[in-house]
């Protein structure tokens, strides 16, 4: 259309142009016949008829200067009227140009007239010129606005012919286009909803080539085996794993997310296996709660309801949150006591028990044993965070889930250990713990400057009670002075049955004066305790025999020498008493 309206727009000016030339051909005709018929004063009303023609706005003829001055001046109309006719005149070349408006269109062109020696007439016969020269011009002004009016009418028709056949062409291609893109549509859609997790939505095409609907089979057959796959995978993860955790839009991540914690969990409880200690496992523990949780602080607590007591086996405050009677009167622990959530937001001091400096805490109890359970508080100072320890804390169970038989395990072996380094009438350590715990003595005694007392006790005249009253009552003294024991020392210190009616107590960093206080008082108080047998009450005296290390011996093998030497010393000098080692007691050869 544009092509040919720029074509038309052309045709119509040349046109125009060469309509201005016939008429410009005429005139000239016309003038040599005025003039060859010498009437050349008849010329103006030849000039008036030919400018009445239709299509001719206005005309007029210009004179050279030559012709003016051989015949003299001219028709006063007949002189240049602008700049364009002085310009034909003095150059000899044509002149057009086309000036319109909404009303009307207008071309105007100047044509000059030039001697030719080779006409019919001969113009230098009748001018006094040279060959080529510019007798005079002739100007018009055509009016072509109907050219103009047809054009428009033709490109109007022209483009309502290209409008029904686009709109022709549009719905032919429609018609037969129209099942592929029903079909891409449909695959487009089908795409989206799989992305979204749903692989319930087929293809259904009603195009008939063989390749468009194999296409539309395979990929249904690929999503309905997406479909069974993901539903099958995600009734596994479900029987697998508890909910708890925001299901996620897109089942692929759900079973994704869930199979990375699966084997996130399966490593976790891989590595608690081999672990050789509790210690580790509670560190290792930790670490899951970072995790998981997202937790920066935090306070485990491991909890024996057989004691009542808690204590602390993983942390990463410095304060403990809680009151210190709640650690030992584990009842305190609201979470404990409930086996039950307990966070801040449910109701103001909710936990009685909490003395925390963080504004909101969140408590995750979880049962190990009949006896035994962890209790997980989580701390923050943002209150979002409570949210999503919420969402999060059923991931986190499910870990303690996992490891709970690895736990289990490792309390039995450390209950069944314990019980192997304990004596069994007295619960005290045995000489077995005594002999394992005397090298660790040592060895940490080499890396720092670790000081013992080592006290050597021994009921005097056991024997004797034994053959009086028999071993029943010999079994109540040493009960009796094991209690005895425990009473009067901390509980960082070792107290050990060594065999027999023997004990050895070993005070961790005490001073000689102290250290000399414990086995007075032990001694004192035991003397003073009975032991009633048929309306009698027996009692009985201790001897203890006291050294040190590292200031008497290099090592606590020596160290408990050296108070078996003391106590020996105790005996001789008359029993009931605490002798304290001295180095000259080696004088005697009986030692």
């Known amino acids: 259309m544009v092509n040919t309206v ?46 009445e023609t239709k299509g001719i706005e206005k005309l007029w003829i210009v004179r050279g200067e030559s012709v003016n001055r ?269 086996m039950d959530i307990v966070e801040s937001e449910q109701f103001p001091n909710l936990c009685t028990a909490y003395e925390g400096d963080f504004s909101n805490y969140f408590c995750i109890p979880y049962a190990i044993t009949d006896d035994f359970a962890l209790v997980i508080m989580l701390l923050s100072d943002n209150s979002g965070d409570v949210s999503v320890f919420q969402k999060r804390s059923a991931s986190l169970e499910y870990y303690l889930e996992n490891a709970k038989p690895v736990i289990q395990g490792k309390l039995l072996m450390e209950k069944l250990r314990e019980k192997s380094l304990k004596d069994g009438l007295t619960g005290l350590y045995n000489r077995k713990f005594l002999e394992e715990f005397i090298d660790t003595i040592n060895r940490q005694s080499d890396r720092s400057e670790t000081r013992y007392a080592a006290l050597m006790l021994d009921i005097d005249f056991f024997k004797k009670v034994n053959d009086t009253y028999g071993h029943d009552v010999g079994d109540k003294f040493i009960k009796l002075l094991s209690r005895t024991i425990l009473e009067n020392i901390r509980k960082g210190d070792i107290a050990a049955r060594y065999g027999g009616e023997e004990f050895v107590v070993l005070l961790h960093n005490s001073t000689k004066d102290g250290a000399v206080k414990v086995a007075e008082r032990i001694r004192k108080e035991f003397s003073e305790k009975t032991v009633h047998l048929q309306g009698e009450n027996i009692k009985k005296t201790v001897s203890i025999g006291v050294a040190f290390m590292p200031e008497q011996a290099k090592t606590m093998r020596e160290a408990i020498k050296y108070a078996d030497v003391a106590l020996y010393k105790a005996k001789e000098s008359g029993r009931n008493k605490v002798v304290v080692f001295d180095p000259d007691m080696f004088e005697h050869k009986e030692y």
């Open 70 to 338: 051989q015949y003299g001046k001219g028709l006063e109309n007949e002189l240049p009227q602008d700049e364009i006719d002085k310009k034909v005149l003095s150059s000899g070349k044509s002149f057009s140009k086309l000036r319109e408006n909404a009303e009307k269109a207008l071309i105007r062109v100047t044509i000059p007239y030039k001697a030719n020696p080779y006409g019919e007439p001969n113009c230098l016969s009748c001018h006094q010129v040279k060959a080529g020269e510019t007798l005079g011009a002739i100007s018009l002004e055509l009016d072509i606005s109907d050219v103009r009016q047809q054009g428009i009418m033709t490109i109007l028709k022209i483009a309502g012919i290209t409008i029904v056949f686009i709109l022709i062409a549009m719905i032919a291609v429609r018609m037969n286009f129209k099942p592929y893109l029903e079909f891409f549509n449909d695959l487009r859609d089908s795409l989206i909803h799989a992305r979204r997790g749903d692989f319930s939505h087929k293809i259904h095409t009603a195009v008939t080539a063989p390749d468009i609907r194999s296409i539309a089979e395979l990929y249904n057959q690929l999503i309905e085996k997406f479909e069974k796959t993901v539903g099958i995978i995600d009734k596994k993860l479900a029987a697998l794993v508890k909910s708890g955790e925001p299901e996620c839009s897109d089942p692929l991540e759900k079973s994704a997310e869930t199979i990375q914690m699966l084997a996130d969990i399966h490593h976790f409880k891989k590595t608690i296996e081999l672990d050789e200690s509790m210690a580790l496992i509670y560190e290792r523990l930790g670490r899951i709660v970072e995790k998981v949780m997202g937790a920066q602080y935090y306070v485990i607590f491991a909890v024996r309801k057989s004691g009542n007591t808690r204590e602390v086996v993983c942390k990463t405050v410095e304060a403990i949150p809680c009151s210190a009677s709640s650690m030992t009167n584990a009842t305190e622990c609201r979470a404990f006591r409930t």
């Open 6 to 51: 720029y074509n038309f727009r052309d045709f119509s000016f040349e046109r125009s142009i060469k309509h201005s030339e016939n008429i410009a051909q005429i005139v000239r005709d016309g003038l040599t016949a005025h003039m060859i018929n010498n009437i050349m004063d008849k010329r103006a009303y030849f000039l008036r008829k030919i400018s």
